[in-house]
Every structure is written in structure tokens, then in C-alpha cells.
């Protein structure tokens, strides 16, 4: 679901190859300042700035964490062609939830998963993969 920057192979670093890029999975833990000095923070807010920058510059957001992101911008970071590919290849789809659900913020009732994934199973390229 990860894909190289566009134009990667034309200066590559340390790390990459002929079709794969590097990076670098990077984790902030500790409490945020406004915290320790006993001030107001939106921690919900802070994911969203967080996310929305990743976007704007090729990054991805590893899927141990809670998302903010809408599902529309969900996929704008990940490949969800390959990622629906994998998933009817190998026969998940109505079996496993699609990890945009599980990993984002909020309750989905098990109706809501069903619906979704029924959709997946309904489209039009369902049984051409």
C-alpha cells in the first residue's frame, strides 16, 4: 500500500533500489508541551495537522495509530487499488474489515463494516481481479 515518491529513481540514496524507495518510520512519544505547562491541548486536532502534513509530503502514517482522516483522505496516502487487489485476491473481503475501519477514530457498528464491504464486493471490477 506504500509507494515511492514520483521520480525517486532519478536520485537515489542509500537504501533504495531499482523499484523501491527507503524511509524511515519515525515515532513521537512523550507528552506534548502544552500538557507539561498545564495548558489546553486538542490531541485529535494535533493528528489531523499531523496527517494532512504527511500527505502534502509523501508520507504515511504507520497503521498501529488512530487516524482522523476522512476515508476519502485515508486513501490519498495509501494505494487502495492495490490494497482492494490483495484483498479479493485472497478472499478478505467480508472477511476482515478494510483497515481504513480499523484504524479509524470512532465506533463502526458491525452493520456499518457489512455495508461497506458489500459494496466492495458489489463493484463493478469485483470479478475481473
Not at 523501491?20 to 489546553?40: H, I, N
Not at 474489515?97 to 459494496?119: D, I, P
Amino acid at each position: 500500500m506504500v509507494y515511492p515518491e514520483p521520480g525517486f529513481e532519478l536520485q537515489r540514496r542509500q537504501g533504495d533500489t531499482q523499484y523501491a524507495q527507503m524511509y524511515t518510520d519515525v515515532g513521537v512519544y512523550y507528552a506534548p508541551g502544552p500538557v507539561l505547562r498545564g495548558e489546553e491541548f486538542d490531541g485529535s486536532e494535533a493528528v489531523r495537522r499531523m496527517e494532512s502534513w504527511l500527505i502534502e509530503n509523501h508520507g504515511f502514517q504507520p497503521q498501529y495509530a488512530v487516524s482522523e482522516l476522512s476515508e476519502k483522505n485515508f486513501w490519498r496516502m495509501f494505494d487502495a487499488g492495490l490494497y482492494e487487489h490483495a484483498r479479493r485476491k485472497y478472499g478478505a473481503v467480508g472477511t476482515f474489515m478494510s483497515l481504513y475501519y480499523k484504524s479509524k477514530k470512532g465506533r463502526k457498528t458491525e452493520k456499518e463494516v457489512q455495508e461497506a464491504e458489500q459494496a466492495i464486493c458489489e463493484a463493478p471490477d469485483a470479478e475481473a481481479i
